[in-house]
């Protein structure tokens, strides 16, 4: 069974970092697009973020050149570095497998970050 | 970027009913379209993908459709687990976009 545990979220300050986590189990990440999501509060999905199998990155406009997405074979394990917080990035992030033909069919139960200023 | 719009964004309906919604894609995305159902606190499901392809696990009254740059998602015969928020997606583009999404409220 496929599954994804985001970890990582919490409380940072305007203008912080923080490194999101999203832990796969059931498939590899080495050979899967994954891609991280996030929900402002009361909003709805905006897409940030994708890593594919060759290890090419894309970002949303909103966080491109503030985000890194990356990913650790050895723990199949996909990351969400982020820089220079603003208040428009709190929210809860999903991270989800996004194959290429058949939508994201599965995701974790997403991990929340606040921004305090 | 490709923006998707969508409509309703609030969709008063009852047990029994069937009800669709629409998403247009502001350029040709052939069919890389998917269908997500989310209920408050929880993830996004996915229920339709490439249009019109049924989900595994997905009831049958659920159905997608596309014209040119229309999509559709209709559910055939509202259930009272159906309540919730739908949210059309493009993934024609590296840079996939959502809709912004369809509340389905008990009338």
């Known amino acids: 069974e496929m599954q994804l545990m985001e970890s990582g979220g919490g409380v940072v300050q305007w203008g912080g970092s923080l490194r999101l986590s999203c832990e796969a189990s059931?498939?590899?990440?080495?050979?899967?697009?994954l891609s991280w999501i996030r929900q402002a509060p009361g909003v709805g999905l905006e897409w940030v973020s994708v890593?594919?199998?060759?290890?090419?990155?894309y970002y949303a406009d909103s966080v491109k050149g503030r985000f890194t997405i990356s990913r650790d074979i050895s723990k199949n394990t996909v990351y969400l570095q982020m820089n220079s917080l603003r208040d428009e990035d709190a929210g809860v992030y999903f991270c989800?497998?996004?194959?290429?033909?058949?939508?994201?069919?599965?995701w974790g139960q997403g991990t929340t970050v606040t921004v305090s200023s | 970027d490709i923006q998707m719009t969508q409509s309703p964004s609030t969709l008063s309906a009852s047990v029994g009913d069937e009800v669709t919604i629409t998403c247009r894609a502001s350029?040709?995305?052939?069919?890389?379209l998917a269908w997500y159902q989310q209920k408050p606190g929880k993830a996004p499901k996915l229920l339709i993908y490439?249009?019109?392809s049924l989900a595994s696990g997905v009831p049958s009254r659920f159905s997608g459709s596309r014209s040119g740059t229309d999509f559709s998602l209709t559910i055939s015969s509202l259930q009272t687990d159906d309540f919730a928020t739908y949210y059309c997606?493009?993934?024609?583009?590296?840079?996939?976009?959502f809709g912004q999404g369809t509340k389905v409220e008990i009338k």
């Open positions: 350029q040709s995305i052939g069919s890389w």
């Open positions: 890593i594919y199998s060759s290890g090419d990155t």
């Open positions: 490439k249009a019109s």
């Open positions: 997606q493009q993934y024609s583009s590296f840079w996939r976009t």
């Open positions: 989800a497998r996004d194959p290429a033909l058949f939508g994201m069919d599965a």
């Open positions: 059931g498939f590899a990440v080495s050979t899967n697009y």
